[in-house]
Structures are given as C-alpha cells and as structure tokens.
C-alpha cells in the first residue's frame, strides 16, 4: 500500500532506540499527529497503488482533496471518516463520494479525512484532533466489515527482521479491570525504550510475536470459520463500543453522528446483516448506502475491472446518490 510511515516515528531497529516525546505544544502539528497518535497515512504526491494514472493529492491539514478549493464558504459543515474506501483509493479526487456531494451541494461543505489503512481507532483520534482545529454540524463514519479486525488487537506494521523498522498500529480494547481504552502509538511506548536497546529489542520481539498472532488468527478463512466464536463475538462488541465513543464525541462537540454502511458483506458472509455495526449496540443512526444484490463486487464495480481491488467511480456515485437522499430527509431545511 501507498502508506507512508516517517523515519521520526519508527520504531527502533536493533542498533538504534527509538525516541518518543509528548507534544511541546497544546494543538501539535498534522506532522506530530501522524507520527506519534495514528502512526502513517497515504503520501502526498504520490501515484495510486491500485490506478497509476491517480496522483494524490494532500491538503496540508491532512484531508485529501475533495473539492477545487480547501475553503469553501457554507454554513452546513460534514466531515466524513474512514479507510480507503472513503479516501477513495484507485478513483480520482473529483470522481469520490466527497467531491460528488461537495459539487451537488454550494451550501455544504464536506470534508474528506479518510485515509487508507486505517481502523476505527485511528478515525476516532483523528476525530479528537479534528475537533480541536475545526467546528462541523455532523461527522459521518463510512464503516466496512474489516473495520471490525483493523483495531481489535495489539499488532504493528513493518517488518521484525534485524536492522528493519516497524510502527505499532493504534488499537482499542477492555483491559484486564474491564476498562476500554483506544491506544495511539505514543500510548504503546515501553518504559526505557528510548535509552536501552535492550527494552527496545523486547519490545520489537513483542510486537513481531502479536503481529503474526493476530495475522494468523484474522485472516479471512479464520473469519469464516469462525464466525460465531468469541473472539468475532468480542471484536463486534468492540467495534460498537469504538463507534459509540465517536458518538459521544461529537456530542461533546455540538455536532450530529451516523454511521455510513458501505459494503456490509452480509451476503458474502450470509449469516449476520449487522455484521459491520451490531445494531443493538450501537446508538446512533445508521445509513445503508450499499449497493444491492453485492453489485457492488462485480468486475465494472471495481477499479480497473479488477474484483480484488476497491469500489470504482461507479459505486462512489451510487454512495452518494443514496446519502444524499437521507441527507435532504434529515437536513432538508439547513441545506436549503
């Protein structure tokens, strides 16, 4: 994946111990934030991994570009979070989900902060940051089925070989007292780290050790195998409990939250429809916008024709044609 992971925040390789700081400052950077709270994000500039005829393209505050101009005057205000599905990777910035509904409506400003690779964890700190710069009138999370396993455990990113670096990804779960917590990467730094090798090597034997457990255990024949057990169980109930802790959020902020059900996946998995969001435990709205009979699959629903590879401008049009339906019914007389 396009992902880009800085040389400041890497963990330390086996000659080196890594360096961690708390923020200098009350409001740090988009630069701090990344490195030390979510950990990586798509490169600015860079060509898309699945379309290369797609250049990236970066707003210094984080969001990709989702409209001509990063300031447009409105008085409605929505900031939508999630993965590559809503970063729109393999699609051209005009031809997302974001900019569609930033075109269709002049009084509404919609902000795309999605970003490839992430999980819920990483959205909600992203959410936290968000807050403190900017002001919206409703954030809506664009939640897949994957997102369940994304955050659910300790595990890293990069590589545990000798001389190479890796970054831990921030997850949310209860601890041993029952407490949930959602963990940036400053929150899983090690006592010691940054001045013995010794405590780094431990820590990078660690993370190597959960990464490969939680690869093997995660991996889709495991999904379906065991769709009922209770480690699916506890990964739905963490999913809720992430969502409604982005509910909360925003309520502190003044701001309305739904939910945005892309690609639930109940019929490829044909058990559960509430698979990607445990309607009983959730608490705020939910909005399916997934395209029926899973169209949304098929080869001209995809980028370049390629079933492995993510929605194409098609199924972005169809998201947002469904949203802004519910939109009009929900908002009608703010978006007049």
């Known amino acids: 994946m396009l992902l880009l992971v800085s040389e400041f925040k890497v963990a330390c390789s086996d000659v080196t111990a890594v360096r961690h700081f708390p923020f200098s400052k009350e409001h740090p950077s988009e630069s701090e934030f990344i490195d030390n709270i979510v950990g990586f994000r798509v490169q600015d500039g860079a060509l898309d991994e699945e379309d290369n005829s797609v250049a990236i393209k970066i707003w210094p505050d984080g969001m990709r570009q989702c ?14 979070v999630g993965c590559s599905y809503t970063f729109g990777c393999g699609v051209k910035a005009e031809d997302t989900m974001v900019w569609r509904l930033n075109d269709k409506y002049l009084n ?16 909600y700190l992203r959410m936290q940051y968000m807050f403190s710069q900017k002001q919206y009138d409703l954030v809506v999370y664009n ?7 994304r955050t659910y455990k300790i595990r890293a990113l990069g590589s545990f070989s000798k001389g190479s670096r890796y970054i831990p990804v921030p997850y949310a779960n209860w601890d ?20 013995l090798l010794s405590a780094a090597f431990l820590k990078k034997a660690f993370y190597g050790y959960k990464t490969t457990e939680y690869e093997n255990r995660f991996n889709q024949e495991s999904i379906h195998k065991n769709y009922d057990g209770e480690a699916f169980k506890e990964a739905m109930e963490c999913h809720a409990e992430q969502i409604n802790r982005m509910y ?4 502190a902020n003044n701001a309305d939250f739904a ?6 996946l109940a019929d490829s998995f044909s058990k559960k429809p509430d698979a990607v969001t445990n309607n009983s435990a959730v608490r705020c709205e939910l909005i399916n916008v997934d395209m029926p009979n899973s169209a949304a699959h098929r080869p ?5 024709n390629n079933p492995g590879f993510h929605p ?13 339906e519910w939109l009009d019914r929900k908002y009608g007389d703010r978006l007049k």
Do not use: T
């Open 248 to 251: 909360e959020l925003c309520r």
């Open 259 to 264: 939910v945005c059900v892309l690609e639930d």
């Open 108 to 123: 509404v400003a919609f902000d795309n902060w999605g970003m490839s690779g992430w999980g819920p964890a990483q959205m």
């Open 67 to 80: 409209r001509k101009s990063i300031l447009k005057k409105a008085d409605f205000k929505v900031a939508f």
């Open 312 to 324: 194409n401008k098609n199924v972005h049009k169809f998201w947002a044609d469904r949203f802004s």
């Open 300 to 304: 001209e629903n995809r980028v370049l």
């Open 143 to 149: 939640a897949i089925f994957d997102h369940m396993f």
């Open 176 to 195: 041993i007292f029952g407490r949930f917590g959602i963990r940036s990467v400053y929150d899983q730094r090690w006592p010691l780290e940054s001045n």
